[in-house]
Each structure stands twice: as structure tokens, then as C-alpha cells.
């Protein structure tokens, strides 16, 4: 049964940095796609960051610069790092894994991470 288990996040002040991880069990992040999303309370999700199974990654517009998306294929976790932070960062964080590169659909979920930035 594959599980994808989200922490690193918390409470910090704009201009700070987190570095939230997603260990992955019965799923092995190095041959996978996968992405961060998040979800601000009362707006949609959005796509944070991807990765794919080459090790190319993207960032959406608004954290370009700012976040970085990468993995540990020895620990098997994917990583995402975020500095210079905003209080429109703030929001839950998951990340999600597609059963197969071939398809557009992210089939596993983990419950999520809090991010909180004030200013």
C-alpha cells in the first residue's frame, strides 16, 4: 500500500525558510512523478513543483526563484524547499505521486502539511 507521509511544515515570519519533505513507503520516488501541490483555505489547489522521473522539475510562476523541488533517492524521500517566503505562501502542502509517468492523474496523496507565514 503506498504512503506518502508530508512534514517540515509550521509557523515563520515572511523572508524565512522551510524545507517541508515526503517520505514515501511502497513507492519508489526515484522512478516516479511527482509534485508538491497546495491549498489555501477557500481557494483551489495548485501545483507547487514537479518532478519527473529523469529529475526534471518545474515551479509555478509564483515561487520561481523561491522554491526548489528535489528528491533523495537513498532515503527515498522527495523534498521541497522553500525560502524567502510570503504570507501568500501560506497554505496546506501535499505532495502526490502518479501510479504511472504516462498518465496526467496524481493517484496517491499524503495528508498534508501546514505552512503559516506572517508578516
Known amino acids: 500500500q503506498v504512503r506518502l507521509v508530508e512534514s517540515g511544515g509550521g509557523s515563520v515570519q515572511a523572508g524565512g525558510s522551510l524545507k517541508l519533505s515526503c517520505a514515501a513507503s511502497a513507492y519508489n520516488v526515484r522512478n516516479a512523478c511527482m509534485a508538491w501541490f497546495r491549498q489555501a483555505l477557500g481557494d483551489e489547489r495548485e501545483a507547487v513543483a514537479t518532478?519527473?522521473?529523469?529529475?526534471?522539475?518545474t515551479v509555478a510562476d509564483s515561487v520561481k526563484g523561491r522554491f526548489t523541488v528535489f528528491r533523495d533517492n537513498a532515503k527515498n524521500i522527495l523534498y521541497l524547499q522553500m525560502n524567502s517566503l510570503k504570507t501568500e505562501d501560506s497554505a496546506m502542502y501535499y505532495c502526490a505521486g502518479r501510479r504511472s509517468c504516462w498518465t496526467s492523474e496524481y493517484n496517491y496523496w499524503g495528508q498534508g502539511t501546514q505552512v503559516t507565514v506572517s508578516s
Open positions: 518532478i519527473n522521473i529523469s529529475g526534471s522539475t
